[in-house]
């Protein structure tokens, strides 16, 4: 088996993100996930933070199935 882009992204970046959300969820901290592109199109996993840490960047892996994750904070979320 080819250890090619195209072979390790064989599962859409919406699935991987459905399989993948309620766990990257679980984590404390993190407010949401989502898919958005890079300055370069590159389509990466969005994982939303309260507040990046040394901590949390090390539970949320740099990639998942070969789609890059991009973690990004939001601060708190408040009802109104």
């Known amino acids: 088996m080819s250890n090619s882009k195209a072979s390790r992204n064989a599962r859409s970046i919406q699935q991987v993100k459905k399989d993948h959300e309620l766990d990257l969820l679980k984590i404390d901290g993190v407010t949401g996930v ?8 590159t ?32 601060g708190e979320f408040h009802a109104f």
């Open 34 to 41: 989502g898919i958005g592109e890079r300055d370069d199109k």
């Open 43 to 74: 389509k990466v996993i969005k994982v939303y933070v309260v507040k990046k840490t040394p901590d949390i960047k090390k539970k949320i892996p740099a990639d998942l199935e070969g789609h890059p994750v991009q973690v990004e904070t939001t």
